[in-house]
């Protein structure tokens, strides 16, 4: 999903309408007796509402010319059980019509969320995060709002108003004309005025979801902020991000309150020059005064049914916008997803990897080549670790074999299957990763673990924190494995990060394990306990190590040197220290490194 110019949005606008919310017919069809219900409701509130001018006629006409009351009695007895009817439809209505709101916005919720959670990664390189969860939460509150209260407003008024319009018709066929004459002069700038109306609903949206896509970062950042004393630069940047959501909010709601005005304006005009007319037949005596009540309130009716429309119209504008921007991401199709058909990969897992003449260049780079007429074989139980400057390709990898992305060139085979003809999801099962920033859940230590495998059982959580080291650290927490670890694991050190990582892939139970770095940011004792868990989990696996430090690749069967995206050495550490190319070289690097380190520390 490009992130889109104002330009481009402004034109992109101006090609739409209110078909967006059509994407909600579907969830409505799921719950088709509350929609019966809520239209039978509604339909009988309207009509006991359209029921009162017969009563009010026949009282003006009859009722004040009786020699007693009882005929007046009786009609205001009637008009009790009409408002008592009234007051039941409208409840009805209200629970049906908000139920409704809350169950398909509900739907809708899941549905969205679903689909950005299998949404690639090449669909993250260029979308906000934030903005997302604008559309998660506040264009499904603005759709709740009109699926619920706001729509049955409109159905509620369009049948009064068509209801009033045909007793108004029945009851005095020429001030009808007038009336009716007078619909298209309101309806015709009511719809021109409703499509300015939606493309400034759709812009304030916009410009609130570019606000909070800024704040989410910010605050996921906080420390940051704080370190670089920057609270008050990136305070103004909200702000004035917040202040162009203001005015783009100010210049829709400006457009809603104009046409508001001007409908009821014409509305009301047209009920004036009805009443003056009326009231020359009356006095003329060519129309009765309950006669020309019973118009005068079906006219109000209609008045105030279009004016109501043309308020909620406004709302609906805003709906479709919100509509529009979710249907964008439940349009949005996952570049990288299981074939129709695929192929079984084979049972048991050997856990062989396999890459045969791989290019990829990152789709945001596309004249960028990554890796280049890449080829290595990594066999079954065998410990391969991968080295490199930044940059020469080594995280890449990785991703061509979760199959994040496809290759542009050239094959990765998993047990001699492409990645690209197997099942994704039977794929990743057979790939755990432990990478260097882990991912920690605003959830409990065994949530956290468990994310390694959902169907494990609390012993099975327990045993996988005990093999990473991790039992000791878990148990002494206030709540042990039911403590609530604040998000992003903020509550943990590295060190115990790294161990929660290695039992989620101990828990998971994978032939093939890929470790990115796992131990490049720890101190010497956390990086001891870290690596002591690793060799446990390493033990019968094809594993693949990303590692800069040498205690972690002096134990592997081979050492990939990577530069440019192609393999420029190959062999095991001492070999290649005696070659003296680009791994020697990173070698010597990081032993002067480690003794100024050693030698610093020995100074403290």
Same mark, same amino acid.
């Given at each position: 999903?490009?992130?889109?110019?104002?330009?481009?949005?402004?034109?992109?606008?101006?090609?739409?309408?209110?078909?967006?919310?059509?994407?909600?017919?579907?969830?409505?069809?799921?719950?088709?007796?509350?929609?019966?219900?809520?239209?039978?409701?509604?339909?009988?509130?309207?009509?006991?509402?359209?029921?009162?001018?017969?009563?009010?006629?026949?009282?003006?006409?009859?009722?004040?010319?009786?020699?007693?009351?009882?005929?007046?009695?009786?009609?205001?007895?009637?008009?009790?059980?009409?408002?008592?009817?009234?007051?039941?439809?409208?409840?009805?209505?209200?629970?049906?019509?908000?139920?409704?709101?809350?169950?398909?916005?509900?739907?809708?919720?899941?549905?969205?969320?679903?689909?950005?959670?299998?949404?690639?990664?090449?669909?993250?390189?260029?979308?906000?995060?934030?903005?997302?969860?604008?559309?998660?939460?506040?264009?499904?509150?603005?759709?709740?709002?009109?699926?619920?209260?706001?729509?049955?407003?409109?159905?509620?008024?369009?049948?009064?108003?068509?209801?009033?319009?045909?007793?108004?018709?029945?009851?005095?066929?020429?001030?009808?004309?007038?009336?009716?004459?007078?619909?298209?002069?309101?309806?015709?700038?009511?719809?021109?005025?409703?499509?300015?109306?939606?493309?400034?609903?759709?812009?304030?949206?916009?410009?609130?979801?570019?606000?909070?896509?800024?704040?989410?970062?910010?605050?996921?950042?906080?420390?940051?902020?704080?370190?670089?004393?920057?609270?008050?630069?990136?305070?103004?940047?909200?702000?004035?991000?917040?202040?162009?959501?203001?005015?783009?909010?100010?210049?829709?709601?400006?457009?809603?309150?104009?046409?508001?005005?001007?409908?009821?304006?014409?509305?009301?005009?047209?009920?004036?020059?009805?009443?003056?007319?009326?009231?020359?037949?009356?006095?003329?005596?060519?129309?009765?005064g309950g006669t020309l009540g019973q118009f005068l309130l079906y006219a109000v009716f209609a008045a105030g049914a279009v004016g109501q429309l043309s308020e909620v119209w406004g709302e609906i504008a805003q709906a479709a916008g919100a509509a529009e921007r979710l249907s964008e991401l439940l349009a949005e199709e996952p570049a990288i997803?299981?074939?129709?058909?695929?192929?079984?990969?084979?049972?048991?897992?050997?856990?062989?990897?396999?890459?045969?003449?791989?290019?990829?260049?990152?789709?945001?780079?596309?004249?960028?080549?990554?890796?280049?007429?890449?080829?290595?074989?990594?066999?079954?139980?065998?410990?391969?670790?991968?080295?490199?400057?930044?940059?020469?390709?080594?995280?890449?990898?990785?991703?061509?074999?979760?199959?994040?992305?496809?290759?542009?060139?050239?094959?990765?085979?998993?047990?001699?299957?492409?990645?690209?003809?197997?099942?994704?999801?039977?794929?990743?099962?057979?790939?755990?990763?432990?990478?260097?920033?882990?991912?920690?859940?605003?959830?409990?230590?065994?949530?956290?673990?468990?994310?390694?495998?959902? =169907? !494990?059982?609390?012993?099975?959580? @327990?045993?996988? *924190?005990?093999?990473? &080291?991790? +039992? /000791?650290?878990?148990?002494?927490?206030?709540?042990?494995?039911?403590?609530?670890?604040?998000?992003?694991?903020?509550?943990?050190?590295?060190?115990?990060?790294?161990?929660?990582?290695?039992?989620?892939?101990?828990?998971?139970?994978?032939?093939?394990?890929?470790?990115?770095?796992?131990?490049?940011?720890? =101190? !010497?004792?956390?990086?001891?306990? @870290?690596?002591? *868990?690793?060799?446990? &989990?390493? +033990? /019968?696996?094809?594993?693949?190590?990303?590692?800069?430090?040498?205690?972690?690749?002096?134990?592997?069967?081979?050492?990939?040197?990577?530069?440019?995206?192609?393999?420029?050495?190959?062999?095991?550490?001492?070999?290649?220290?005696?070659?003296?190319?680009?791994?020697?070289?990173?070698?010597?690097?990081?032993?002067?490194?480690?003794?100024?380190?050693?030698?610093?520390?020995?100074?403290?």
């Amino acid at each position: 999903m490009r992130q889109m110019t104002a330009g481009e949005r402004e034109a992109e606008r101006k090609r739409r309408d209110l078909k967006p919310l059509a994407r909600l017919i579907p969830y409505l069809k799921r719950y088709k007796a509350k929609v019966v219900g809520a239209i039978f409701f509604l339909s009988l509130a309207a009509l006991t509402t359209l029921s009162l001018p017969l009563a009010v006629r026949r009282v003006i006409d009859k009722g004040f010319d009786a020699p007693s009351t009882a005929f007046i009695d009786t009609y205001f007895a009637m008009l009790v059980v009409l408002a008592a009817v009234l007051a039941v439809a409208s409840a009805g209505r209200y629970y049906f019509v908000i139920t409704l709101g809350e169950r398909v916005v509900a739907d809708l919720r899941k549905d969205v969320f679903a689909r950005v959670t299998r949404l690639s990664p090449g669909f993250y390189d260029k979308a906000l995060t934030g903005e997302i969860v604008s559309r998660l939460t506040a264009d499904t509150t603005q759709i709740k709002s009109v699926v619920g209260a706001t729509a049955s407003l409109a159905l509620r008024n369009a049948i009064l108003f068509i209801g009033a319009v045909a007793m108004m018709v029945i009851t005095s066929p020429g001030l009808s004309l007038i009336v009716i004459a007078a619909i298209p002069v309101i309806i015709v700038p009511l719809v021109a005025f409703g499509r300015s109306v939606r493309r400034r609903s759709r812009y304030a949206q916009d410009t609130l979801a570019d606000a909070t896509a800024y704040a989410t970062e910010a605050i996921g950042a906080v420390r940051t902020v704080q370190a670089f004393t920057s609270e008050t630069a990136t305070g103004n940047r909200f702000a004035a991000a917040v202040d162009r959501a203001f005015q783009a909010a100010r210049a829709s709601v400006s457009a809603r309150a104009f046409l508001t005005a001007f409908a009821i304006f014409l509305i009301f005009s047209s009920i004036i020059a009805v009443l003056w007319i009326g009231a020359q037949q009356v006095t003329e005596g060519t129309m009765s005064g309950g006669t020309l009540g019973q118009f005068l309130l079906y006219a109000v009716f209609a008045a105030g049914a279009v004016g109501q429309l043309s308020e909620v119209w406004g709302e609906i504008a805003q709906a479709a916008g919100a509509a529009e921007r979710l249907s964008e991401l439940l349009a949005e199709e996952p570049a990288i997803r299981s074939p129709t058909d695929p192929v079984a990969l084979p049972r048991p897992a050997r856990g062989e990897v396999v890459f045969d003449r791989v290019s990829f260049a990152y789709p945001t780079r596309p004249d960028v080549s990554t890796v280049h007429d890449l080829s290595f074989t990594v066999k079954h139980g065998e410990t391969v670790a991968i080295v490199g400057p930044s940059g020469a390709g080594k995280s890449t990898i990785f991703s061509l074999i979760e199959r994040f992305y496809d290759p542009d060139a050239g094959r990765v085979l998993i047990d001699g299957v492409d990645v690209r003809t197997a099942d994704l999801e039977q794929l990743r099962s057979r790939i755990a990763l432990v990478p260097q920033d882990v991912t920690i859940f605003a959830a409990t230590a065994a949530e956290n673990i468990g994310f390694g495998d959902p =169907d !494990a059982s609390r012993p099975q959580v @327990v045993s996988a *924190a005990r093999s990473a &080291l991790a +039992e /000791g650290f878990i148990e002494a927490m206030q709540d042990g494995y039911d403590t609530v670890i604040g998000e992003r694991g903020i509550t943990l050190s590295g060190g115990q990060r790294q161990r929660v990582a290695i039992a989620r892939a101990i828990l998971r139970d994978a032939p093939i394990l890929l470790l990115d770095e796992a131990t490049s940011a720890l =101190d !010497a004792e956390s990086e001891i306990l @870290v690596q002591r *868990a690793l060799e446990k &989990l390493m +033990e /019968g696996r094809t594993t693949l190590v990303i590692a800069h430090r040498l205690a972690t690749v002096l134990k592997a069967d081979r050492i990939l040197v990577l530069d440019g995206g192609q393999i420029v050495e190959e062999g095991t550490h001492a070999s290649l220290i005696a070659k003296g190319g680009i791994y020697a070289r990173l070698a010597r690097l990081q032993f002067e490194a480690g003794r100024t380190d050693a030698m610093l520390g020995a100074a403290e």
